[in-house]
């Protein structure tokens, strides 16, 4: 695989033989970790445009569509090493001004980190921002599934990849339409301005496609 092409993914990842992640609803079934809540397809991956991390990306460059392989990354090539000037303290009142009641072990968003608290106790609280899989050796068993050509499906894949869902693109006459804003639950939450030139940059780059925002009705 070369950058810029768009393949669909499966993989098991597993570190000190556990699995912390996996798209095989088969496999995730025989060891016992399947989820309801979970929907469990192959992955796109867009070479090239960090979709997924250094190691695994570097992986799928030397595959083919069909081929399958376990791969060792190391923690320089996944989440990094552990560091730590990436645990904070905070007062714990200021939770306590929100309505919050943090407790150990739990994950708490602050800002735009999300980080798991570490401790509690006089009046503070330790907050641990280093990624759950930072410092570890990683390994993955991966297999290309398919090499996604259509410039609509990659467009959705795209849009998926950067939102979250694109199930509400529409493709008209070489352009496809996108919402500014989308719906979550019971709020509309408008596309940030960056998020939105991001996205058209990376549509426009790899499709045919113009990249046209609309307002939802």
């Avoid at 993914?9 to 970790?33: H, K, M, P, Q, S």
């Avoid at 006459?173 to 408008?190: A, L, Q, R, Y």
Wanted: charged letters at 40%; hydrophobic letters at 30%.
């Amino acid at each position: 695989m070369k950058k810029g092409d768009m393949v669909l993914v499966d993989y098991v990842g597993r570190t000190d033989g556990e699995i912390f992640d996996l798209t095989d609803e088969e496999v995730a079934e025989e060891e016992g970790v399947k989820r309801e809540e979970v929907s469990y397809e192959p992955i796109p991956v867009l070479i090239g445009e960090e979709y997924v991390i250094e190691g695994f990306e570097e992986a799928l460059e030397d595959m083919e569509v069909g081929e399958e392989k376990t791969v060792e990354v190391p923690s320089e090539k996944g989440y990094g090493e552990r560091s730590s000037d990436k645990v904070e303290t905070y007062p714990e009142k200021e939770f306590k001004k929100q309505g919050v009641n943090v407790r150990p072990g739990e994950e708490v968003m602050i800002g735009n980190q999300r980080g798991r608290v570490l401790s509690k106790g006089s009046g503070r609280v330790r907050i641990d921002f280093n990624h759950p899989l930072a410092g570890k050796d990683l390994e993955y068993d991966i297999e290309v599934v398919e090499k996604v050509e259509d410039d609509e499906e990659i467009a959705e894949h795209i849009y998926s990849y950067r939102v979250g869902h694109g199930e509400d693109a529409e493709f008209e006459n070489g352009t496809v339409k996108i919402p500014k804003s989308h719906s979550h639950g019971d709020h509309v939450h408008e596309l940030p301005e960056q998020l939105r030139e991001e996205l058209k940059q990376e549509i426009e780059e790899y499709t045919d496609l113009e990249v046209e925002f609309i307002e939802q009705e």
